[in-house]
């Protein structure tokens, strides 16, 4: 039997050999392990420790291993900060399940690890939050915010046209930040509620295209939480203000003049507002919950809806109800009251009696400014 190969054992490797539990060979100012990674190297000054006394061995926290993972990057001290702050802060914010929040605090963070779109989204959510709680040097995070979002995007369009099984999770969890960063006011650059909706609708439904490519395997992923909220099949019935007002809607939309295919893409995005209050009446703690109306809406209504057609913006209207369910989460803030407050200046005069509903049930009353009480259904252009 032959006898075992014999090596000398490391005491004095460097810090990220250490840490990944393989041989180091001691050579300075770079090991070879790290120069074929292309790893910042780094030996403890406990190194220098005589052998005979056996020298403590360091293992760095894991916040610190994944900012050295991606050197070129250009990571500082302060995203050190940042990183610290996600996975013991903003973590919880993103979510009310226990579940959620261990995947935003480990799986994510992990993730990031190895995808740099994925980590500068991260820590732009982080820094933004910073913002919003007026904690520390805001000037100075919101600066960190815009850098790390500027730098998320440029590196996470590519992407989209590469999807493989390694960083197909990533990309879903870099586009749900995505999505945070567009609610957050001063974080968008369209200064208008509408368009950030839009923005928001195409970064759903391309998480939602990563999914269906990915299958199964992405579902029962480490993202699983994520994708697989409550069922609101069986969900109870909506409450009467809910249902009336959706009801009026349907109405409205079956007495338009315009042509069937035009009501019918109004039909279907009315409806799939049903389905949106019950998966949020049955998902409270799964805020995401509250974009899946994004996710399923025909691309005719979005054109329409890019247009400014009346009858869309009604619609939208009626939607920001469901965002204005989750004001109290950093992130959505007042989004369903500015949402509102768009459509209502969007709207013509006469079609804006229509959206009285949500005006009301996000705080703003309908008659702050020269509304016209239309006889119905006439002015509408409805027959």
Known sequence: MPSRRFHEKSRHGCTQCKFRKVKCDDQRPVCGNCARREETCEFSSLA??????????????????????????????????????FSTVVCFTLAGQPKLQRMWQISVPKAAASHAFLMHCLLAVSAA???????????????AAVKHQDLSLSLFRPQLHHVTPENCEALIAC???????????????????????????????????????????????????????????????????VSAALEQLDRVIGNLSEPEPTRAVY??????????????MLNPDHQSVVFLWLVFIDRPYIEL???????????LAHYSVVIHGSKDIFWSQDLGFRLVEAVYAKLPPDWR??????????????????????PFPETLGVV
């Open 48 to 85: 220098l420790v005589s052998s005979s006394r056996r020298p403590l061995t360091l293992r760095p926290p894991p916040v610190i291993s994944v900012i050295a993972a991606q050197p070129s990057a250009g990571f500082t001290l302060q995203d050190l900060e940042l990183l610290h702050h």
């Open 129 to 143: 939050h910073l913002v919003h709680s007026h904690l520390g040097d805001c000037e100075s995070y919101r600066i």
């Open 175 to 241: 586009a749900s930040l995505l999505v945070v960063l567009a609610l957050l006011p001063g974080m968008s650059k369209k200064q208008d509620p509408i368009e950030d909706i839009l923005e928001i609708c195409q970064l759903a439904r391309g998480v939602h295209e990563i999914v269906k490519a990915g299958g199964n395997q992405i579902a029962a992923g480490t993202l699983e939480p994520l994708l697989r909220p409550r069922s609101w099949d069986d969900s109870p019935p909506l409450t009467q203000d």
């Open 267 to 280: 039909r279907v995005a009315s409806h799939g507002l049903i389905k949106a209050f019950q998966a949020s």
């Open 305 to 315: 809806l890019r247009a400014r057609e009346p009858m869309a913006l009604v619609i």
């Open 353 to 374: 009696h229509l959206i009285s509903w949500p005006l009301r049930t996000v705080g703003l009353d309908w008659t702050w400014s020269h509304p016209v009480v239309a």
